[in-house]
């Protein structure tokens, strides 16, 4: 950001910036975290279409002139795609309660209009940032409202590289039904079972996660625009009122409605704990399924070697030829951020106090960006992972013929009793005799 002083140590703005002094203010007493707004794009475009319906509701209720509402719609459009994503630079983990995030988003949208109606930037007339693009909001329920619906369309996101790895895995259950191979209980050999069933239970996991994140997701419609600061509505008139949540859902295509009590919805923001609470339970079971992969695929002569993982790109620097599980090791650490980044938002949960949980927008913070790291490395465990891993059938066929198979085998046929016996007495040489069955016929004397 450029910012300039005079001799009297005031601060001057470029004269083609589009933000304003509150931003200014911001960037200046309230930057710690290298996050300007400007790198969550989804959330820029879902503010500027808060304020976009806002102006169209007061324009219903006769609080804004015809004229200032349109060319506010059109700035917020402008907004909407882009076009001055650059513009948007304050620190988005601010204190004060999403002080600065309003701000700057009611400053940059003020200053286009005014440049639209023949004004220098900075004029703030005939628009004003509070008074014209902030009129009947207070920044509690814009940014939670916004945070919201931002959090609502990157989920959509999620949800279509989880549905494609689950397809992707139910056609390798299917083509792995036929390989034999050896179960393991406390990392120690079991009983023989498909390669294809125990990669179904992922799939299983899988559904129920992503139905689970898709429930907590959709009780997010349930926004407070209009509630301004603590749930009264103190600020935004009746008729205002009566009309946002309908020019909400015009702007946004979607079902949205209000929570039951506003009061509520200001203090206690646990259905976004929720939802970080579910990438969290998603997050822990993919690190069980790449870590098994990991453990399936080790070798290739001295490990499990069940599977094998597609070789993206060399594994070591030291080893020639080997190849590393690279692209499991990346989902892992994936889920370790995301588990971090609920930890952040479970924080704020516990640290909410009385009328205003000032800490809600560092909560939609973290989940949007455990969204957007579980989508990049997903798709990337997919396509090249997933995709192209494959059985070593001898090493299965191997494995289910070893000597704890053979013993479940012939338990379920002569009894645990027996079996457990014979090998207390005779070790591995008295399961043989049994598989040839003459050790039935002693035993039974």
């Given at each position: 950001?450029?910012v300039?002083?005079d001799?009297?140590g005031?601060?001057?703005?470029?004269a083609d910036?589009?933000y304003?002094?509150n931003?200014?203010?911001?960037?200046?007493n309230?930057?710690?975290s290298n996050?300007?707004?400007?790198?969550?794009?989804?959330?820029i475009?879902?503010?500027?279409?808060?304020k976009?319906?806002?102006?169209?509701?007061n324009g219903?209720?006769g609080?804004l002139p015809?004229?200032?509402?349109?060319?506010?719609?059109?700035?917020?459009d402008?907004?909407?795609?882009?076009?001055?994503?650059?513009?948007?630079?304050i620190?988005v983990?601010?204190g004060?309660?999403?002080?600065?995030?309003?701000?700057?988003?009611n400053?940059v949208?003020?200053?286009?209009?005014n440049?639209?109606?023949?004004?220098k930037?900075?004029s703030y007339?005939?628009?004003?940032?509070?008074?014209?693009?902030?009129?009947?909001?207070s920044?509690s329920d814009?940014?939670?409202?916004a945070?919201?619906?931002?959090i609502?369309n990157e989920?959509?996101?999620?949800y279509k590289?989880?549905s494609a790895?689950?397809?992707?895995?139910e056609?390798?259950?299917?083509?792995?039904l036929?390989?034999?191979?050896?179960a393991?209980?406390c990392l120690?050999?079991?009983?023989r079972?498909?390669?294809?069933d125990?990669?179904?239970?992922?799939?299983?996991?899988?559904?129920?996660?992503?139905?689970?994140l898709?429930?907590?997701?959709d009780?997010l419609?349930?926004?407070?625009l209009?509630?301004?600061?603590?749930?009264?509505?103190?600020?935004?008139?009746?008729?205002?009122?009566?009309?946002?949540?309908?020019?909400?859902?015009?702007?946004?295509?979607?079902?949205?409605?209000y929570?039951?009590?506003?009061y509520?919805t200001?203090?206690?923001?646990?259905d976004?704990?929720?939802?970080?609470?579910?990438?969290?339970?998603?997050?822990t079971?993919?690190i069980?399924?790449?870590k098994d992969?990991?453990?399936?695929?080790s070798g290739p002569?001295a490990?499990?070697?069940?599977?094998?993982?597609?070789?993206v790109?060399?594994?070591?620097?030291?080893f020639p030829?080997k190849v590393?599980?690279i692209v499991?090791?990346?989902l892992i650490?994936?889920?370790?951020?995301v588990l971090?980044?609920d930890?952040?938002?479970?924080g704020?949960?516990?640290?909410?106090?009385l009328?205003?949980?000032v800490?809600?927008?560092a909560a939609?913070?973290n989940?949007?960006e455990?969204?957007?790291?579980?989508?990049?490395?997903?798709?990337t465990?997919?396509?090249?992972?997933?995709?192209?891993?494959?059985?070593?059938?001898?090493?299965?066929?191997?494995?289910?013929?070893t000597?704890?198979?053979?013993?479940?085998d012939l338990?379920e046929?002569?009894?645990y009793?027996?079996?457990?016996?014979?090998?207390?007495?005779?070790?591995?040489?008295?399961?043989?005799?049994?598989?040839?069955?003459g050790e039935?016929n002693?035993?039974?004397?």
């Amino acid at each position: 950001m450029r910012v300039e002083k005079d001799s009297f140590g005031k601060i001057k703005i470029p004269a083609d910036a589009l933000y304003g002094i509150n931003t200014v203010r911001t960037v200046e007493n309230l930057s710690f975290s290298n996050r300007p707004l400007h790198q969550y794009p989804s959330y820029i475009k879902v503010l500027a279409g808060v304020k976009k319906a806002a102006a169209l509701a007061n324009g219903s209720a006769g609080l804004l002139p015809t004229e200032l509402v349109s060319v506010i719609a059109a700035a917020c459009d402008e907004v909407m795609v882009g076009c001055h994503n650059e513009h948007f630079l304050i620190d988005v983990l601010h204190g004060g309660g999403g002080i600065g995030t309003n701000m700057n988003m009611n400053e940059v949208i003020a200053n286009l209009v005014n440049e639209k109606l023949g004004r220098k930037r900075g004029s703030y007339h005939p628009v004003h940032p509070i008074d014209s693009v902030n009129l009947s909001q207070s920044t509690s329920d814009v940014c939670h409202t916004a945070i919201r619906i931002a959090i609502i369309n990157e989920f959509q996101a999620l949800y279509k590289v989880i549905s494609a790895l689950i397809t992707e895995l139910e056609n390798k259950v299917q083509r792995l039904l036929d390989v034999t191979t050896i179960a393991r209980t406390c990392l120690q050999d079991g009983m023989r079972v498909q390669l294809g069933d125990f990669f179904s239970g992922y799939v299983s996991m899988l559904k129920r996660r992503l139905s689970s994140l898709e429930e907590k997701v959709d009780q997010l419609h349930f926004i407070n625009l209009g509630g301004t600061v603590i749930g009264s509505g103190l600020g935004a008139p009746p008729e205002y009122r009566a009309v946002i949540l309908d020019k909400l859902c015009e702007v946004f295509g979607m079902p949205l409605g209000y929570r039951e009590n506003l009061y509520d919805t200001a203090q206690n923001i646990d259905d976004l704990a929720a939802v970080s609470s579910e990438l969290r339970l998603l997050a822990t079971s993919l690190i069980k399924i790449a870590k098994d992969l990991r453990l399936l695929s080790s070798g290739p002569e001295a490990g499990f070697g069940e599977i094998q993982l597609p070789a993206v790109q060399a594994g070591s620097s030291f080893f020639p030829g080997k190849v590393n599980p690279i692209v499991p090791e990346t989902l892992i650490q994936c889920c370790f951020q995301v588990l971090a980044s609920d930890r952040a938002v479970q924080g704020t949960l516990e640290h909410g106090e009385l009328n205003l949980n000032v800490y809600e927008g560092a909560a939609g913070i973290n989940i949007l960006e455990a969204l957007t790291m579980l989508t990049h490395a997903i798709m990337t465990f997919h396509s090249n992972c997933i995709a192209g891993m494959d059985a070593n059938r001898e090493r299965c066929e191997e494995l289910s013929t070893t000597f704890i198979p053979v013993v479940v085998d012939l338990k379920e046929q002569y009894g645990y009793a027996a079996v457990s016996s014979l090998i207390k007495e005779k070790g591995r040489e008295g399961i043989k005799m049994l598989q040839n069955g003459g050790e039935r016929n002693d035993s039974s004397q």
